[in-house]
C-alpha cells in the first residue's frame, strides 16, 4: 500500500495552509496506524529538507482524509484509506503531537474515588 501524503503546516506554526511538501510512503498491508503516518512524513520531510532530527524539531499536529476531515490518529490505515489514496498532515513545533482532535472524538469518562477508593465511573455516553 502507498499513500500519499500532503504536508501542511498548522495554523499555530504558520498561517498558511498550503501544502509546502508531500511524500510517497510505502506502508505494506496497511496494519499501521494514523500517529505512525504522521509522524514517518513529517521525518521524511524533515529528512528532506535536511533538518536535523537529533532532536525532532517538527510533529505532526493531525491526520486528514482528503477532503480536510481529521481522523483519529489511533485508527489502523487500511480501515480507512486504500492503495493509492492521499491524506494531509498538519505539523508544527510540538512540544505534543496530535493536538488537533478528530471528529466525534469520545469524550472521557470520569472516575469517582472516595475516601475508600474506587467509588464509581461516570459514563458520558449514558448521559
Known amino acids: 500500500m502507498r499513500i500519499r501524503v500532503s504536508l501542511v503546516p498548522s495554523e499555530e506554526f504558520n498561517a498558511g495552509t ?9 506502508c505494506g498491508s496497511g496494519e ?8 514517518e512524513a513529517v521525518r521524511r520531510m524533515e529528512h528532506l529538507a535536511s533538518i536535523p532530527t537529533s532532536t525532532p524539531s517538527l510533529v505532526p499536529q493531525a491526520v486528514s482524509d482528503a477532503t480536510g476531515i481529521v481522523l483519529d490518529p489511533d485508527t489502523v490505515l487500511k480501515e480507512v484509506v486504500k492503495d493509492g489514496d492521499a ?6 513545533r510540538g512540544p505534543e503531537a496530535f493536538t488537533t482532535k478528530w471528529k ?13 477508593g474506587l467509588e464509581g465511573r461516570d459514563d ?4
Open 124 to 127: 458520558p455516553a449514558r448521559a
Open 18 to 26: 498550503a501544502e509546502v511538501a508531500f511524500v510517497n510512503v510505502e
Open 87 to 92: 491524506v494531509i498532515v498538519r505539523f508544527g
Open 104 to 116: 466525534d472524538r469520545p469524550k472521557p469518562s470520569t472516575v469517582r474515588v472516595g475516601s475508600h
Open 32 to 39: 499501521q496506524i494514523l500517529r505512525w503516518l504522521g509522524h
